[in-house]
């Protein structure tokens, strides 16, 4: 698992993106071997490294050490230019002039203030792609807004479809918007690089990040436009399906009080005898009359009410390897962290372990998508902010070693972030 | 016929599970002929809920329309052997669900196979779900009331994010071959659950750092900020999110909270998640007597990254999405028509096909037969 993948071999993406969506979405792309260029300034770093950066923070190297930024741009390699100054603006075009992509997620402003819209991008190459994802797309009168994953999740009308309907609207608890524009950024650049692979052509790519969490919310959508009224908020009660919720077990060891809960769903009537057979007594006085999805939906509160009856004597682990051994859609409600000591994904190598100068070894999720029974390998942790400045900039665009130097002394590349406003 | 960035391309699905027709959709969405090989009783999104009214049970489904317009169904019992061996071989991509075994990759096609775990020995007999995806990635334990029960999301949404992400995969090689970078067959795997991970593998390597991990904290309380949730206003739900000093001290501006914009416990997002109890019956109450339109368009044009929460019923008339024809139309085998979203993204030289025909259970099937 060492070499790194040729899928996109010959392929070079500009990465002017920042924080999560976009990054990740260059990360899937730079996994598959393009090569990804990943473009910040001094001052203008990707705020993922930090969003409250202070003289301090910078003394100890904060920006090497943000997970969250390490996470999303492995693979990938890191230049700094100024794009505020004309230098660093000729020399991003002359990135440009040599690449096939630029993928960006700024709100719609700040391209055009930077002098940097796609026209721009366009006469310096083109043929070149740019793949533009602010959340609210590119057209409209929304294009300039602005927005984090949470802000994507909220316009996308998603919190309406989950939760007690006694709540307020219910939100994923991640900043779920951000994922999700990560795969939809890498589907829509590979799409436009089919066309230019077939063709040469390059052209501009819309990438609408609240447009893109409608599929994953498709079942209210759908609920609203079929029937013509809203999709219900029931917390974990199923309109087809019971049992169908998360029930209290014992606490772990290691807690108080705290029930560890267990995430119990039954699609069929197979499932359900299984599940009787596993509980025992506990739901015996539910007859033969209740074989079926719906006689049980219509008493889901009292099956509901035993089955918690019976996991609160339960260790959760324990009752979910036999439920699922008994063809029961069955979880313990974890810890991400414990995903990193998971039989299965480690069987499948899912994480590989990266050494990172600032931060040691770390663990990185794999590409969900293996290739011959491997996954894809990681092999290059997150670059360093301006580590290949003299590889991208030198051996690429042709600076001289004194050319850099002149640069570097002007502010307009480094390898150390600045408070805004402190170039020299 | 097919015009689109992917015309050209041919796609199999053998799988017909709502993450192999996602993915193929985005395929079909740019052009590709997607064709859907299916069991005499067609494939079993057809049943799924809910329906649309006046078309025959198989083709009624309008997840499976949403899912499978402008895609061709054959039932492949119909096909003979050399049939099927042609349309298999002349395929760029063959989707699956990991039940069909013996549909190999073959000259330089991609096999995709999407499922809930891959393959591997742990959970080779577990039954997967969606909400068995988001207990194990972490996120169901965070979601709700501080007392439980935890939430599950509803819907498929850990399916879409697996097609999704086989599309990201299944793609990159279909380049890759055409690109001469792979000449053999390939075989691909997404496992649905580490699809999933993409929302916590950054926490994941945060705890392992840290030692600390997200608990629930109540419902639309998380790490790493606050203010951030959904709060009911006279005329309708804001979205809020103040991240950075600014944003904060902004949106301390708009509510007319000037006092706690320059507290210095506020100025980090930590330090307003510590003190959330306090602030958040302020926040309520004074958003409850204003416009959530208003406040909503003063704060981006402050940049503060507010948003309108929409019901159902106002998403398909907001201004945003209606300009940008967010939503479009397919029609259904009988006549029905039912408005849906779009593809989400758009390419401006070669745009995407707009709405489109859901196609009868094995309406395809006499194009294929040709021997």
Partial sequence: MTDRATTLKGIRIVDLSMGWAGPLAARHLADMGADVIKVESCERFDWWRSWEATPEWIADNGAEKSERYNGVNRNKRNVTLDLESAEGRELFLQLVKKSNAVIENFSGSVLPKLGLDYDTLKQANKDIILVSMPAFGTTGPWQKFRAYGSTVEQASGLPHMNGFAEDLPTMQHVAYGDAVGGLNGASAMLVALRHQARTGEGQRVDLSQVEGLFPLGIHGILHQSALDEAPPRNGNAHSEFAPHGVYPCLPDSDSDSEPTWLLVQVFDDNQWLALKRVTGEALAHFDKSYNSGPARVSVAQQIDEALAQWTSTQEANSVAAVLQGAGIAAAVARRAFDALHDPHLNERKFWQWQERVFVGNQPNGSAAYQVNGQPIAIVNPAPTLGEHNTEVLGELLGQTNAQLEALETKGIIGTKPRMPGTRS | ?371
């Fill in chain 2, 1 to 371: 016929m097919f015009e689109g960035a992917l015309a050209g391309l041919r796609v199999v699905d053998i799988g017909g599970s709502v993450s192999t027709q996602y993915c193929a959709k985005l395929f079909a969405d740019h052009g590709a002929e997607v064709i859907n090989l299916e069991p005499p009783n067609g494939f079993a999104t057809r049943l799924l809920p809910p329906v649309v009214s006046n078309e025959h049970s198989s083709n009624a489904s309008a997840l499976h329309g949403w899912l499978n317009a402008n895609k061709r169904s054959v039932v492949a019992s119909a096909l003979n052997e050399v049939d099927i061996k042609r349309v298999l071989t002349s395929a760029a991509l063959l989707l699956d669900d990991g039940n069909n075994p013996g549909w190999l990759a073959t000259g330089v096609n991609v096999r995709s196979v999407i499922s809930w775990f891959g393959t591997g020995e742990s959970y080779a007999n577990y039954t997967g779900s969606d909400g068995v995806c988001f207990a194990m990635n972490g996120m169901l334990r965070t979601i709700g009331r501080i007392e439980g029960p935890p939430l599950i999301p509803t819907g498929y949404q850990a399916q879409i994010v697996g097609g999704n992400t086989a599309f990201i995969g299944s793609l990159g090689e279909v380049i890759a071959s055409e690109l001469g970078n792979r000449t053999e067959p390939v075989n691909l795997e997404t496992s649905i659950m580490e699809a999933m991970m993409c929302f916590t593998e950054v926490g994941v390597v945060g705890s392992y750092n840290s030692g600390l991990h997200a608990e629930r904290m109540g419902v639309n309380r998380f790490p790493p900020t606050y203010p951030m949730g959904v709060y009911p206003c006279k005329d309708g739900w804001l979205g809020v999110t103040a991240l950075t000093p600014s944003q904060w001290h902004s949106f301390c501006e708009l509510l007319d909270m000037q006092e706690f914009a320059d507290l210095p416990l506020f100025q980090t997002a930590v330090g307003r998640l510590e003190a959330a109890d306090i602030l958040e019956p302020m926040i309520q109450e004074k958003l409850l007597l204003l416009s959530a339109e208003d406040v909503f368009y003063r704060g981006q044009q402050q940049a503060v990254p507010l948003a309108r929460v929409p019901t159902m019923e106002e998403l398909f008339r907001v201004d945003q999405f209606v300009e940008r024809g967010a939503f479009t139309s397919i029609n259904f085998p009988a006549g029905t028509q039912l408005t849906v979203p779009g593809t989400p993204f758009r390419l401006f030289t070669t745009p995407p096909i707009a709405g489109g025909q859901v196609a009868a259970l094995g309406a395809h099937t006499g194009n294929y037969q040709n021997d």
